[in-house]
């Protein structure tokens, strides 16, 4: 397991590595920061002071070199826009962002895994197909329409939620969420449900698989035969074979509940990472562009790694073959 997690960790220093490199020359070769930071009559030392001052007059290689040694030591450059560490403002909107992505993924869990249970132990029925024509919806409709929808229904038409902003946040355990008062739980509803709609639809589908997969193997039948009831049977037996795809796949779309929150937080006007790189890339905001997708890149290989070591955990087929 050591040597897994080492060769993994080896890998992961040579994606960012390469993704470093592809996302400055792309971000870099890009239009010219100095047209939006300057009013259009200014002079050309004002140009060349600014340049300077940021680092542009360098050539690209040697911006990109500059780059990659502060990147180790964690500094990404400072905002065009807002003038402080990259990194920084970054950090600063990541909470807003990741509780979004939690609140979003323990919706799809809760409402998901029963869903898929109640449909995969009832094969054909109508409850089954009344749950995979939502699951299909939910996968067919796109995520910027199903979020006006909401606002249209649930802020407009019906008064009973607030549609824009995080609210008002409150301290729990040192830290500031939207858990800790109504009003940031009120904001939260909307977005959070905009952007677990999709993984709802894939968890349910999942579940039901594995629930239909698992329920004809003889383990099953020893264990009617041993007169456990169909409960027992199904949450514990049953559900203990259907988690490890369940991990896999819900790890890994977490990291893709953070990297594609941007609509969903654009429509929201959720002040997280996916509206600031919005913003960003329209002011031309090179070192947020490049920490924010690197910051991204790094949250994937953390998660997949967490996942790999859980999947081990809880096949130990898989721990067989890694030593």
């Known amino acids: 397991m050591t040597a897994f997690v080492i060769r993994r960790i080896f890998q992961a220093a040579l994606v960012l590595l390469a993704t470093a490199v592809i996302v400055f020359i792309g971000v870099y070769a890009i239009g010219d920061p100095l047209e939006i930071l300057l009013p259009g009559d200014a002079t050309m030392a004002e140009r060349e002071a600014v340049a300077q001052s940021l680092g542009l007059d360098k050539p690209l290689p040697v911006q990109f070199f500059t ?42 869990l809760i409402l998901g895994i029963p869903l898929g249970l109640w449909a995969g132990t009832k094969p054909q029925s109508g409850v089954d197909e009344t749950i995979m024509t939502g699951s299909i919806l939910g996968f067919s409709m796109p995520n910027f329409w199903q979020g006006m929808m909401l606002i249209m229904v649930f802020s407009v038409a019906l008064g009973w939620l607030p549609s824009t902003g995080r609210g008002e946040t409150g301290t729990v355990l040192g830290m500031r969420t939207s858990f800790a008062t109504w009003d940031g739980v009120a904001h939260l509803i909307l977005p959070a449900t905009n952007l677990a709609l999709g993984q709802l639809a894939l968890v349910i589908r999942l579940t039901r698989t594995g629930v239909q997969e698992t329920m004809p193997l003889d383990f099953v039948k020893f264990a009617r035969a041993r007169g456990l009831s169909e409960t027992r049977i199904l949450l514990v037996h049953v559900m203990k ?32 990472v996916g509206k600031l ?19 991204i890149v790094a949250m994937f290989i953390v998660i997949n790694l967490i996942v790999d070591v859980l999947y081990s955990l809880l096949d130990p087929r898989v721990r067989a073959r890694a030593a």
């Open 241 to 272: 074979n259907i988690l490890i795809p369940i991990v896999t796949v819900i790890g890994v779309e977490f990291g893709s509940l953070i990297a594609f929150a941007v609509v969903t937080e654009t429509i929201f006007a959720w002040p997280g």
């Open 277 to 295: 790189i919005i913003d960003s890339i329209g002011a031309l905001d090179r070192p947020i562009v490049v920490a924010y997708i690197l910051v």
């Open 67 to 108: 780059f990659l040694g502060n990147a180790v030591q964690g500094d990404f450059g400072r905002s065009f826009v807002y003038n402080r560490p990259a990194v920084d403002v970054i950090l600063e909107r990541l909470p807003a962002t990741l509780e979004l992505a939690f609140t979003a993924l323990m919706i799809s």
